[in-house]
């Protein structure tokens, strides 16, 4: 059984910073692409960041975050972090992070999603 467990979302003001990490745990052979995604009232859920695994990471971003927000990750606690920046009032969203991995009980990936984290942007 694998779990993705996303902590850091809150309410900050216009300008300020927030972290995001989620986890993944389980039984688990490999973790592939880690991302964050983000949902809006109203809207379709985006991808906000991406970050491959191997010898040579890769990191993308949304154009509306470039610049302000950071993805990395630390295989050895297979978690990834998401440092949000100069956040404004268009970043509030539901943050949900997903992981393309392989359980022990598989040999291929499959897509695992988290159960969300609210970040509010608001003065």
């Known amino acids: 059984q694998v779990q993705l467990v996303e902590s850091g979302g809150g309410l900050v003001q216009p300008g300020g910073s927030l972290t995001l990490s989620c986890t993944a745990s389980g039984n688990i052979r490999r973790i592939n692409t880690m991302a964050w995604y983000r949902q809006a009232p109203g809207k379709q859920r985006e991808l906000v960041a991406e970050?491959?695994?191997?010898?040579?990471?890769?990191?993308n971003y949304a154009d509306s975050v470039k610049g302000r927000f950071t993805i990395s990750r630390d295989n050895a606690k297979n978690t990834v972090y998401l440092q949000m920046n100069s956040l404004k009032p268009e970043d509030t969203a539901v943050y949900y992070c997903?992981?393309?991995?392989?359980?022990?009980?598989?040999?291929?990936?499959?897509?695992?999603w988290g159960q969300g984290t609210q970040v509010t942007v608001s003065s």
């Open positions: 970050i491959t695994s191997g010898g040579s990471i890769n990191t």
């Open positions: 997903n992981a393309e991995l392989t359980p022990t009980s598989a040999t291929w990936y499959f897509n695992y």
